[in-house]
């Protein structure tokens, strides 16, 4: 059962966006200061709803939430279609999800002995109608919900300071374009490593379904 701490009726029927942080981490703010309502499975300082996300987001209604941030969570989570569709779910139509994924060529990722999944340009995708997908076509079948993804970029990072300038040569050139980001992915990935995805997406609307 989620421990909800703050009143969540007054947060979701408040005059301003709804906005939610999943795996909001121990760098939350209060609620009263940013007004976003941070979730996580650790009851750390300023975490509003304590809550396992394997389970989904039972305690958000329908088309309630305006946007959903998610930075470094979906790779602990082992039931991502479940998420996602539960994501989709409390979106209101003209609702957006940022999240930060890493990238499957990011070594660093496999150190972290609880990660469960990385990424790559298509994940997000096997949920977009295919006439919206990039020129390399994945299936839809797996699953009925649908999203619009309207941003896509490539990260690169480093901790050490002096290949800064070398890696955002690399997020320049290798989001140049989709075309460009699909060659880089099938082609050089494994020769110059990706730190993550950022990720923009929303409900698609032609499967909307007059939910809000
Ligand atoms: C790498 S941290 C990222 C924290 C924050 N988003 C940031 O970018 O600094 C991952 C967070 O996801 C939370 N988390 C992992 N699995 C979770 C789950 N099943 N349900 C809710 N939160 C989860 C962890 O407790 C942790 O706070």
Not at 14 to 23: R, T
Not at 94 to 106: A, K, T, Y
Not at 191 to 207: K, M, Q, S, V
Request: aromatic share 14%; glycine share 6%; hydrophobic share 40%.
């Amino acid at each position: 059962m989620p421990n909800i701490k703050i009143d969540l009726e007054a947060a979701l029927t408040g005059p301003g966006p709804v906005v939610v942080e999943l795996g909001c981490g121990n760098k939350a703010k209060p609620f009263s200061a940013d007004g976003r309502i941070g979730i996580d499975l650790v009851d750390l300082p300023n975490v509003d709803v304590v809550a396992n996300l394997e389970a989904g987001l039972a305690f958000l209604p329908n088309a309630s939430v305006d946007i959903v941030y998610a930075r470094s969570l979906f790779e602990h989570i082992n039931n991502f279609d479940n998420l996602l569709t539960e994501i989709i779910r409390v979106l209101k139509s003209d609702g957006v999800c940022r999240l930060m994924v890493p990238h499957f060529s990011n070594p660093y990722h496999y150190s972290d002995p609880t990660h469960v999944r990385f990424f790559g340009l298509y994940n997000f995708y096997y949920y977009s109608q295919e006439k919206l997908q990039l020129k390399r076509k994945v299936p839809t079948f797996y699953t009925e919900s649908r999203l619009e993804i309207t941003s896509l970029k490539l990260r690169f990072r480093s901790p050490f300071k002096g290949r800064k300038w070398w890696k955002r040569l690399h997020e320049k050139l290798f989001n140049l374009s989709p075309w460009m980001q699909e060659f880089y992915e099938e082609n050089l990935c494994y020769l110059f490593p990706c730190y993550g995805i950022a990720i923009e997406f929303r409900p698609d609307r032609a499967n909307f379904k007059g939910r809000d």
